[in-house]
């Protein structure tokens, strides 16, 4: 079992349309990241998180450290949010020199105008 | 340059032969990593470098993979002896100190090598 999981897989959606990624993990976590990668291999860092939600321009990332969860929100979404959207987590600090993100597989996200 | 830099994007590799790709990490970025990338995966953590210092190379799939950043700026990963399952992205990322002091993470545009 994959220690971070997402869902959906795959996601088709209509411009406008309120989109939903999920994010779950099974390890004690420091930190989890969204990260948005787009055809072409380039990734870019979205959010940061720790604790409670945070939000840039239409973009919303919560996360529940209790039920070790996390969603990203895209509203009023676009043809060009189309991307896979990927979430990464940094375990636990547990010493040595340890650092480094486990990353989930990805959401492939299109919206279609 | 202002983004980390990674080359050749494209290399297209016989199998057997040896490939070396360069990252080079944002100007004063302490930490650097790299990823392997399969299609339609995640990326998968191959080795780190605080500066010079390789401090994890747990994720070194075997040991014709070698990793080396000489004066703590650029890096070069090296695979030896190509095989058809090294085909992937290749991702160097790098962070102005650790990813637990919280600082944000900067990818390249990946390597893209292709074993035939």
């Known amino acids: 079992k994959n220690e971070v999981e997402q869902s959906p897989q795959n996601l088709t959606a209509q411009e406008g349309e309120f989109i939903t990624i999920n994010c779950s993990y099974s390890v004690g976590i420091s930190a989890l990241h969204w990260l948005q990668q787009h055809p072409g291999g380039g990734i870019v860092s979205l959010f940061m998180?720790?604790?409670g939600k945070k939000k840039h321009g239409r973009l919303i990332a919560t996360i529940n450290i209790q039920e070790k969860h996390s969603s990203l929100h895209i509203t009023a979404s676009h043809p060009r949010d189309s991307a896979v959207y990927i979430c990464a987590v940094l375990l636990q600090y547990s010493g040595g020199g340890a650092d480094g993100l486990t990353f989930g597989k990805g959401t492939h996200l299109i919206i279609q105008p | 340059g202002a983004g980390v830099s990674q080359s050749p994007r494209y290399k297209v590799a016989k199998r057997g032969q040896d490939v070396a790709l360069r990252c080079d990490p944002i100007?004063?970025?302490?930490?650097l990593f790299w990823y392997q990338q399969a299609l339609g995966q995640g990326p998968e953590f191959l080795t780190y470098?605080?500066?010079?210092?390789?401090?994890?190379k747990s994720g070194l799939p075997s040991d014709r993979f070698f990793a080396e950043r000489p004066e703590g700026s650029v890096s070069t990963l090296k695979i030896q002896r190509t095989q058809q399952e090294d085909s992937a992205v290749y991702l160097c990322a790098s962070s102005l100190v650790g990813l637990y002091s919280g600082n944000t993470i900067y990818f390249g545009e990946g390597s893209w090598l292709t074993v035939v």
């Open positions: 998180l720790s604790s």
């Open positions: 100007s004063g970025h302490v930490s």
């Open positions: 470098f605080q500066n010079e210092a390789q401090l994890d």
